[in-house]
């Protein structure tokens, strides 16, 4: 373990050795990766969704046994793990390890997974993408914010329904989007000059930041985690031949 808590984990994989480095300030997600790793989850496990230009995703346990052209991805060594997403801290670019989860509609509070993750492969974005990226979180964190403001005026706006109160409605309307304004204001430039580099000229999957855990980089064997991205999949993104971790441990 570092001195800042960063703790080293080599994965020995049937396509090389993938050395990752887990984050000490997401300290539940690094803890577990290590309960884990020490209890031998990750010996045997398939990498069972692999998607180029996007993501290589193992650690389901049900991997293990798993008969050709199984379904697999519901599988888990441990409890959920509550979030700890430090965007812009951590972010989504190439080599980034964060974990797997359940959706928004049964899980809210975007707990992960306890045992799957994944690393970022994804691809190269423009400026211009970037910027129409920024502009659609920004709308969505608005979207938030108001369904939010509504939901604690709930019960004011159905008592308005029922009674035809249009002019009610629409003045509540006009206060809500105010506040809504108000609250969002002070949000901030979405992509730090680094991020933008880094998305530019390396690539990543920026989608996907703010609403997952990363908790950790590839430091060694991206070539290794190229190859595994280029792998033959069926349908369900599983590789043709199977890829496995064939163990794993932490690096003193």
């Given at each position: 373990?570092?001195?800042?808590?960063?703790?080293?984990?080599?994965?020995?994989?049937?396509?090389?050795?993938?050395?990752?480095?887990?984050?000490?300030d997401?300290p539940?997600?690094?803890?577990?990766?290590?309960?884990?790793?020490e209890?031998?989850?990750?010996?045997g496990?398939?990498?069972?969704?692999v998607?180029?230009?996007f993501?290589?995703?193992t650690g389901?346990?049900?991997?293990?046994?798993?008969?050709?052209?199984?379904?697999?991805?519901?599988?888990?060594?441990?409890?959920?793990?509550?979030?700890?997403?430090?965007?812009?801290?951590?972010?989504?670019?190439r080599?980034?390890?964060?974990?797997?989860?359940?959706?928004?509609?049964?899980?809210p509070?975007?707990?992960?997974?306890?045992?799957?993750?994944?690393?970022?492969?994804?691809?190269?974005f423009?400026?211009?993408?970037?910027?129409q990226?920024?502009?659609?979180?920004?709308?969505?964190?608005?979207?938030?914010?108001?369904?939010?403001?509504a939901?604690q005026?709930?019960?004011?706006?159905?008592?308005?329904?029922?009674?035809?109160?249009?002019?009610?409605l629409?003045?509540?309307?006009?206060?809500?989007?105010?506040?809504?304004?108000?609250?969002?204001?002070?949000?901030?430039?979405?992509?730090?000059p680094?991020?933008?580099?880094?998305?530019?000229?390396?690539?990543?999957?920026?989608h996907?930041?703010?609403?997952?855990?990363?908790?950790?980089?590839?430091?060694?064997?991206?070539?290794?985690?190229?190859?595994?991205?280029?792998?033959?999949?069926d349908?369900?993104?599983?590789?043709?031949q199977?890829?496995?971790?064939?163990?794993?441990?932490?690096?003193?």
């Amino acid at each position: 373990m570092e001195n800042n808590g960063d703790v080293k984990v080599r994965l020995h994989t049937t396509e090389g050795d993938i050395t990752l480095l887990l984050y000490g300030d997401t300290p539940r997600h690094r803890d577990n990766f290590v309960e884990r790793v020490e209890a031998g989850d990750y010996n045997g496990v398939l990498f069972h969704r692999v998607i180029s230009d996007f993501m290589i995703q193992t650690g389901d346990p049900q991997s293990k046994e798993a008969k050709p052209g199984q379904r697999l991805g519901a599988g888990d060594s441990a409890q959920e793990i509550d979030a700890e997403i430090l965007f812009p801290t951590h972010y989504h670019h190439r080599g980034a390890i964060a974990a797997a989860r359940t959706g928004d509609q049964v899980n809210p509070q975007r707990r992960s997974s306890g045992s799957q993750f994944y690393i970022v492969t994804g691809k190269k974005f423009s400026d211009g993408q970037l910027d129409q990226m920024e502009h659609q979180a920004r709308m969505l964190r608005k979207q938030t914010v108001f369904n939010a403001l509504a939901a604690q005026h709930r019960d004011s706006i159905m008592e308005m329904r029922r009674n035809r109160d249009q002019a009610g409605l629409t003045a509540l309307q006009e206060q809500l989007v105010a506040e809504t304004e108000r609250l969002t204001a002070g949000d901030s430039t979405l992509y730090t000059p680094e991020m933008r580099e880094a998305y530019r000229t390396q690539g990543g999957t920026p989608h996907l930041d703010g609403q997952y855990t990363v908790y950790g980089r590839v430091i060694e064997g991206m070539d290794v985690v190229e190859k595994i991205e280029k792998a033959e999949t069926d349908g369900a993104d599983r590789p043709t031949q199977d890829i496995r971790i064939i163990s794993a441990e932490v690096v003193k």
